[in-house]
């Protein structure tokens, strides 16, 4: 089944560019989801990008999808603390209907 | 109206106690998730409700019973629970069959203790 990898852990400092990194094995995921989460909260839908796609620029975000490498990044620019949190990357494919997750990465912003 | 409402945010309840978990919607997604996510783990799928049909079951055992009385309400019924039931509970929603698929709109979720 569908494999979605990412790292546990990234720490940067207020104002700097955040990168999140996200790797799946499937290679008919159609959808490819950000989610963040903050704690005691549920899950925020961040952005998304189509497989058709290779990239998605919204405000502070920018995502990246590499299909050929199946390799799926979210960059933060200009983080601030108010971005501290687990990112889930997540990925969906059109023929099972299930959205499968990443471990999540938990985003540290230091002052 | 764009989110998903869950009732209540914190439940404490005894291994012999019966509860129920409670999902909104006014979205008029015809598609509604329940998931279960530890601390610091991604959810973990557990019924898919399409069309209020039940149509994925991930294997979850019988003391949490599903339940989808119309298109806007999920319910999850909890009876003789364990300790290590004790999570968070997410519902979600989405448009079924919508081509290109937009993800899910998450709850805030229902944080169980099981004593």
Known sequence: GEDVEQSLFLSVREGDSSVINCTYTDSSSTYLYWYKQ????????????????????????????????????LRIADTQTGDSAIYFCAVGS???GKLIFGQGTTLQVKP | DTEVTQTPKHLVMGM???????????M?????YWYKQ??????????????????INESVPSRFSPECPNSSLL???LH?????DSALYLCASSQEGQEPFYGYTFGSGTRLTVV
């Open chain 1, 38 to 73: 903050e704690p005691g909260a549920g899950l925020q839908l961040l952005t998304y990008i189509f497989s058709n796609m290779d990239m998605k620029q919204d405000q502070r975000l920018t995502v990246l999808l590499n299909k050929k490498d199946k390799h799926l990044s």
């Open chain 1, 94 to 96: 059109s023929n099972t």
């Open chain 2, 16 to 26: 012999t106690n019966k509860k129920s978990l409670k999902c909104e919607q006014h």
């Open chain 2, 28 to 32: 008029g997604h015809r598609a509604m």
């Open chain 2, 38 to 55: 530890k601390a610091k783990k991604p959810p973990e799928l557990m019924f898919v409700y399409s069309y209020e049909k039940l149509s």
């Open chain 2, 75 to 77: 319910n999850l019924h």
């Open chain 2, 80 to 84: 003789a629970l364990q300790p290590e």
